[in-house]
Each structure stands twice: as structure tokens, then as C-alpha cells.
């Protein structure tokens, strides 16, 4: 027979080892439920709309702290009509149907002085792709007919993001529907939260695939020139290194060339893992007011 104390102690040790156990199967329950939240993400990373960005200038009529184009520092350039129209050529061909949207973008697209050739070239290439021209809004009112008509007879939609400025947007939304363009209002700048500081590390010592995973700028596939990036960041990265003497390089990876663009795999894989510029970015970008850049690097660079 078990004598009470000895039933005591292996009651003890059976409760102590099915605490153990609860405690473990909680831990992993905790350890599943991170590594399907992982899953998810990146899942639903992997199926989030896929857009071309095609950027028209860095050049900004306003001056905002810690743009991700650096468009204060940027000089006052253009891209060339030929330029566009090579790349769209190509791109519309090899990518055009498996696109979800393409942006026509900025800088301030309103500045960019061939814009009715550029919406009319952009439909051209992409027929059957969602057009949206990026802005802040401020030079509608100053825009020409040929702007007008060019927008709506291409079917482009102007996709506004209003700044705390002092402009009348709801006129400029007015305008937009007198006009007969579609337009939405991509964002306020002006509401709590909205405006971020996206920082770099100049001696490259960020985890690159946590700083991909935890990215608010994935998606936002540039075209500049000749060339494809995977971010605005890294595409217009040279305006900072210009103005402020700072060496973000680029290196094989970075980039695709547009001609070699055979499909929207490459787009994708482009979007969806990490490149060696990864390493630069902070992985969480910090809240900020909304200010004008004093064009100093701080505003960048950690």
C-alpha cells in the first residue's frame, strides 16, 4: 500500500509536472499563433494590388520635412517625354496586363510640363490599366484645358492629398467634378498621425529582411529613368546623397533594368523580398508634425 505521504508527494510532482506542461503548451500555443500571424502577412503581402510608379520629377512647389522624394533638395529636372514614353513602351507591353494600377507621381506632377502628353501616352501603353496622377492639389485652378481634357479623355484619375496649407480644397474638388475628372482624396497630411519620419542608417546595420517585412513604402515600385526600384526611398536617394554628402550606394539587386522586365514576376519579386538597400532603413518609421524642411540631413539620416 502507498502510505498518505507518499500519495501526497506524487500528487505534488503530478500537479508540478501538469503546470509544466500547461505552461509549455501555452508557450507554443504563443509561438504558433506568431508564426501563423507571420504566414498571414506575408501572404497577404504577397497578394496586395501590384502598381508601377512612374515618377515625373522630385521637384515639389511645397517643402515638407522629411519628404520620402526628397523633394526639397531635389533640383528643378524633369523627366524627358522620350524617356517616359520608352519605358511605358516596354513595360506596357510586357507587364501592362498584369498590372493593377498605375501612378503617374511625384514630386508635384502638376509642375511637370508635358503632362497632357505624358497622360495620353500613359493610357496609350496601359488601355486597360487604372491611371492615377498624384498632387497636392494647389496649381488645379492654374491648370490648362488641354490638362483638363487630356485627364478626362484618358481616363485619368487625379488622386489628391491634402496638406495643412492654407488651400481651399474643397474648391479644388469642385473643380475636378465641374471639369468631369475622377479624383479621390488619397490622404490628409493634416490629421494626427499622418505624417512619418522614414530614417537611414548610414553604416548599414539594419536587419534587411525585418526592415522589408515591417515596410510602409512595399509596393511602391518607382521608375526613374531606365531603371526599376522597389521603393521612393531608394529611387530618389541620390538627391540626399547630392545635397547633404551622404554615400547610400546602391548595389546588384537594388534594381531592374526596364528592358529586362519579361513579366510581372520580376516585379513582384522586386516587391516582395528584401534588397541589399533594405539594410539602411530603420524598421519603424516615428511619428511627426507636419513642418517645412529646413533641408538639413538630420531630417533623414540617423
Known amino acids: ?72 533638395l531635389a533640383v528643378k529636372e524633369f523627366e524627358s517625354v522620350e524617356q517616359l514614353e520608352c519605358a511605358a513602351s516596354h513595360l506596357g507591353k510586357a507587364v501592362g496586363a498584369g498590372l493593377d494600377v498605375v501612378y503617374l507621381i511625384g514630386g508635384e506632377t502638376l509642375l511637370y510640363p508635358h503632362l497632357p502628353e505624358a497622360m495620353g501616352l500613359m493610357r496609350r501603353h496601359f488601355p486597360t490599366t487604372r491611371i492615377q496622377l498624384f498632387t497636392n492639389g494647389i496649381l488645379l485652378p492654374k491648370m490648362t484645358d488641354e490638362f483638363w481634357v487630356s485627364a478626362r479623355d484618358n481616363g485619368v484619375e487625379l488622386a489628391i492629398t491634402r496638406y495643412p496649407i492654407a488651400f481651399d480644397y474643397d474648391a479644388a474638388e469642385a473643380l475636378c467634378r465641374a471639369k468631369g475628372v475622377s479624383y479621390e482624396v488619397f490622404g490628409d497630411r493634416g490629421e494626427d498621425g499622418a505624417f512619418l519620419r522614414f530614417a537611414l542608417d548610414p553604416d548599414k546595420k539594419q536587419n534587411g529582411r525585418v526592415s522589408h517585412f515591417k515596410c510602409f513604402n512595399r509596393g511602391c515600385i518607382s521608375v526613374v529613368g531606365d531603371k526599376i526600384y522597389p521603393c521612393s526611398i531608394s529611387a530618389c536617394v541620390g538627391h540626399l546623397n547630392k545635397a547633404c554628402g551622404t554615400r547610400f550606394e546602391h548595389q546588384s539587386g537594388d534594381w531592374i533594368d526596364v528592358s529586362s522586365v519579361r513579366d510581372v514576376s520580376q516585379l513582384k519579386r522586386l516587391r516582395d523580398r528584401p534588397v541589399p538597400f533594405c539594410s539602411y532603413c530603420k524598421e519603424n518609421p516615428t511619428v511627426t508634425k507636419y513642418g517645412a524642411s529646413k533641408r538639413e540631413k538630420s531630417e533623414w539620416v540617423d
Request: charged content about 25%; proline content about 3%.
Open 1 to 72: 500500500m502507498v502510505c498518505f505521504d507518499e500519495a501526497r508527494c506524487l500528487g505534488t510532482k503530478f500537479f508540478a509536472i501538469l503546470h509544466v506542461f500547461l505552461y509549455f503548451c501555452d508557450e507554443m500555443q504563443k509561438i504558433f499563433k506568431k508564426i501563423r500571424n507571420f504566414i498571414a502577412s506575408v501572404q497577404a503581402h504577397r497578394r496586395e494590388p501590384l502598381r508601377l510608379e512612374f515618377v515625373l520629377s522630385d521637384y515639389c512647389n511645397l517643402n515638407c520635412k522629411g519628404c520620402t522624394h526628397y523633394s526639397p
